[in-house]
């Protein structure tokens, strides 16, 4: 492989550069940083798009964990599972203070981070920003280790369902910054930095919600409804169907959906009158709030929170429930280096 200005030609003495690129692809990403000490040419390929491309065909591709936490401002880190490592982002350059209400996704080995409000105060006053929604979208480029400013959304929004669908990105529901709750629903494609509109949800609701796609669709989700809304059709319409699921947080594992209810893990079976089985256990987590939870290979993590027994204490605990075992059970693994608090955003990013 030859790239225009030939910097990555020789990557390894006596091997085609497509050979030793795939050999470069197969190292851990925990280690690129070091590897990038070795020579320009490592350096060019080892930030290079061809990457991505060849640990995908080397079946080298990796889950790690982003998580933005109350504390500090705008401040994601990163986990790699493999490593038991966390690693620090650059501070996100939004203006807008202490953001939340945001939607995160990955797509194209990127992390998109879009629309939300500022959670911001000002201490000598007391008074809180202002801003409740915005169409900001910022992405993260794990290769290059830089946050990049995207098009916007079509609409300001927050606390609205997002998710990501045959390598793009779609948005629905939530709040505008008049705090008044929107059908509108759109759709990004990263690779032409383009918006486009979608058919509208069949109604709003005036609570958050959020969306998970399982079975290769889209279903959103209202807080307190038993009502999802599914996108059929190829993206022509939104269907409504009442599933009845219970209400918590949610994971998706493996094409499998999750939730955690009154301290108990259920795997809720697809459909209206779906089954739910208990998996798990999870009394410890009743006394705390404000965490992440989301499905990293055949595990769901709790990230963070806060906990509200007899005084409150913001956590950067991470804990692990493998749901792919006979016998699940739980674990800990190394707490959030930096951040700590309630979760405003976790995604997972694949490189």
């Keep these: 492989m030859r790239c225009k200005t030939d910097i990555m030609s020789g990557l390894i003495d006596g091997l085609p550069d497509v050979i030793a690129l795939q050999c470069l692809?197969?190292?851990?990403?925990?280690?690129?940083?070091?590897?990038?000490?070795?020579?320009?040419?490592?350096?060019?390929?080892?930030?290079?798009?061809?990457?991505?491309?060849?640990?995908?065909e080397a079946n080298a591709s990796e889950d790690l964990l982003c998580v933005l936490a109350f504390e500090p401002d705008n401040v994601w880190q990163l986990y790699d599972p493999l490593a038991d490592n966390w690693i620090t982002l650059p501070v996100l350059p939004s203006q807008i203070r202490h953001l939340a209400r945001f939607g995160v996704i990955s797509v194209h080995g990127k992390l998109f981070v879009l629309g939300g409000g500022s959670d911001g105060v000002d201490p000598s006053t007391g008074d809180h920003d202002g801003i409740f929604a915005t169409n900001e979208v910022w992405a993260y480029d794990p290769l290059l280790r830089l946050w990049s400013r995207r098009a916007p959304m079509l609409v300001p929004r927050a606390m609205f369902a997002c998710c990501a669908l045959d390598g793009k990105i779609i948005v629905a529901g939530g709040f505008t910054n008049c705090r008044k709750s929107i059908s509108k629903s759109e759709i990004y494609d990263p690779l032409r930095d383009v918006w486009d509109t979608l058919p509208d949800l069949n109604h709003s609701h005036n609570s958050t919600c959020s969306g998970v796609v399982i079975g290769g669709k889209m279903h959103v989700l209202h807080k307190g409804l038993s009502t999802v809304q599914i996108l059929e059709d190829k993206r022509q319409r939104w269907a409504v169907e009442d599933y009845g699921w219970p209400q918590g947080p949610i994971a998706v594992v493996q094409g499998e959906y999750y939730v955690l209810s009154h301290g108990i893990m259920f795997k809720q079976e697809m459909g209206g009158e779906g089954a739910r089985k208990v998996v798990s256990l999870a009394v410890d987590l009743q006394s705390r709030i404000g965490f992440g939870m989301i499905g990293v290979g055949e595990e769901i993590y709790v990230v963070g929170g806060v906990v509200t027994n007899q005084f409150i204490k913001p956590l950067s605990d991470v804990d692990v429930l493998n749901v792919g075992s006979e016998r699940p059970t739980w674990r800990q693994v190394k707490p959030m280096s930096r951040c700590q608090g309630s979760v405003l955003g976790c995604a997972l990013l694949t490189i």
């Design 25 to 56: 692809a197969r190292v851990p990403f925990s280690l690129h940083l070091r590897l990038q000490l070795v020579c320009r040419s490592w350096r060019a390929a080892l930030r290079s798009p061809e990457l991505l491309k060849a640990r995908e």
